[in-house]
């Protein structure tokens, strides 16, 4: 993986820490060569990027080696001009496959900045709406002769994408960390949930009850707080992200974890 120069694939299930593998790579090229090079490292959800920057933050701080990582996001613009324009780019961007495309548009000199692209939760590529940008991605960047991660699940076939852009292949059938796997049934016509009785998260709901899904959520928050877990919930837009995390601060307050406001 290291010397051979082959793009690389890492599949694997959530939690198996396919994040560790492009950015020990890039670390490693890092304190060899003594030089900076520019990573794109590419995520489809503005909550992931902020999730990933803070981890990558934390990885690097850990071994104690210098490397400023940014975020371009809907959210997050500030750092834009230098991605596009900057002509030495030697950081790490956490990015939204939109903008790559997006900038890629914009400036046909883009590429040229950057060696390593690595492509988180590369399974959007299976996606009607999206996936023929993260195809345009993938190939501009071979193109450029940018050295490719590509982080998948083994839900999609990705042989037809390993034999055409020579990816080696990760495969990680192991979880070091355990998850809680909670079996709910959604009613989009009735926005609601029919909850299992024997559901040991949602044990209070009755089986015949359907309940709003903020009000699922909620709960699921509520157990993960009790047994000092950690969890991630994805929401559509701005305005859900800020109501259910309203609800969120009103159950940490209830806990004595934050302070009122």
């Known amino acids: ?116 692209l690595v492509l988180d939760e590369a399974g959007i590529i299976d996606s009607k709406e999206r996936g023929i940008k993260a195809d345009f991605i993938i190939e501009r960047a071979t193109r450029e002769d940018i050295k490719i991660f590509a982080l998948t699940t083994p839900y999609v076939d990705w042989r037809e994408y390993v034999e055409k852009y020579d990816f080696a292949q990760i495969i990680e059938k192991e979880r070091p960390v355990p998850l809680e796997q909670i079996k709910i049934q959604y009613n989009a016509q009735k926005n609601g949930i029919l909850v299992n009785q024997e559901n040991p998260i949602l044990q209070n709901t009755l089986q015949d009850k359907r309940i709003p899904v903020n009000s699922i959520i909620k709960q699921i928050v509520k157990y993960a707080i009790n047994n000092n877990m950690s969890m991630i919930v994805f929401k559509n837009n701005r305005a859900e992200v800020i109501s259910m995390m309203v609800e969120v601060h009103k159950l940490l307050v209830e806990h004595g974890l934050f302070d009122p406001i």
């Open 1 to 116: 993986i290291f010397d051979d120069g082959k793009n690389v694939m890492v599949t694997g299930s959530t939690s198996t820490g396919k994040t560790l593998v492009p950015i020990l790579y890039y670390l490693y090229m890092v304190q060899e060569y003594s030089e900076v090079p520019g990573m794109l490292y590419a995520v489809p959800y503005k909550a992931l990027a902020l999730q990933k920057k803070e981890e990558i933050e934390a990885l690097c701080e850990k071994l104690d080696i210098d490397v400023e990582v940014i975020i371009s996001s809907g959210d997050y613009r500030e750092n834009d001009n230098s991605i596009i324009c900057e002509e030495h780019f030697n950081r790490i961007a956490v990015i939204i496959y939109e903008k790559i495309f997006s900038f890629s548009g914009m400036d046909g000199t883009f590429w040229e900045r950057f060696h390593y």
